[in-house]
Nanobody, 124 residues
Framework: QVQLVESGGGLVQAGDSLRVSCAAS????????MGWFRQAPGKEREFVGA????????YYADSVKGRFTISRDNAKNTVYLQMNSLKPEDTAIYYC?????????????????WGQGTQVTVSS
């Protein structure tokens, strides 16, 4: 069993940067592909980006490509989402997710473990 805990969300202004973290418990974290998703009020949860177990591969949604970067530190059991040039439309609850088997996926149902989410609010 893996538990995921996000942190680092907050209120920022448009154009600012913010880094959110996801700390994982469990010895097998380094074997998992990790994803970030977000959910805005009244909308479905959507894919933001993902990183392979080694950190060698990443993939991003078009809406965040070039602005967001995912990285991981397997020694610290932590994955990060660095968000730059934030826009009001980036406002959402951000969730990290872990996938036991397989590589990067954009599909919510492919992920086995989820954190509780952290709120990111971008004011204009």
């Amino acid at each position: 069993q893996v538990q995921l805990v996000e942190s680092g969300g907050g209120l920022v202004q448009a154009g600012d940067s913010l880094r959110v973290s996801c700390a994982a418990s469990g010895r097998t974290f380094s074997n998992y592909a990790m994803g970030w998703f977000r959910q805005a009020p009244g909308k479905e949860r959507e894919f933001v980006g993902a990183i392979s177990w080694s950190g060698g591969n990443t993939y991003y949604a078009d809406s965040v490509k070039g602005r967001f970067t995912i990285s991981r530190d397997n020694a610290k059991n932590t994955v990060y989402l660095q968000m730059n040039s934030l826009k009001p439309e980036d406002t959402a609850i951000y969730y990290c997710a872990g996938r036991r088997l397989g590589g990067i996926s954009t599909m919510r149902n492919d992920y086995d473990y989820w954190g509780q989410g952290t709120q990111v609010t971008v004011s204009s």
